[in-house]
Structure formats: structure tokens, C-alpha cells
């Protein structure tokens, strides 16, 4: 059996096993209880330190 029919033969098999388990799993984690606080968290982060909306005349900070 040469090289390229054994890799093929790895990646149609055990690699293709490994990534759809890691993409589960990946899923899994991200949709696990208790994670929505986590989630709510970082998606308002860019919020936190807000006091109120930017001046349209003033320049950014640099």
C-alpha cells in the first residue's frame, strides 16, 4: 500500500471520526447549562464601561 492510500483511507476514517466528535463536542460545551450568564457576559462587555454616546464633534482618542 503506497503513502497516499494510506493517509486517504486515515482521513476518510479516523480523522473525519475526530473532527465530527470535536465539532459535538464543541457544540455541546457552548450550548452546556449554566453557560447562558457566560455568553450574556461577553456579549455585553463592549457595553460595561459606556456613560453615554459619543460626541459627533470630537475626535477620537489617540
Not at 473525519?16 to 464543541?26: A, D, I, K, P, Y
Amino acid at each position: 500500500m503506497d503513502t497516499y492510500s494510506l493517509l486517504r483511507e486515515l482521513a476518510d476514517s479516523w480523522v473525519l471520526l475526530t473532527l465530527v466528535l470535536f465539532f459535538v463536542g464543541s457544540c455541546l460545551f457552548a450550548l452546556r447549562p449554566g453557560s447562558r450568564p457566560l455568553h450574556r457576559d461577553a456579549a455585553e462587555s463592549i457595553f460595561r464601561n459606556e456613560t453615554r454616546p459619543a460626541d459627533p464633534g470630537q475626535k477620537e482618542a489617540e
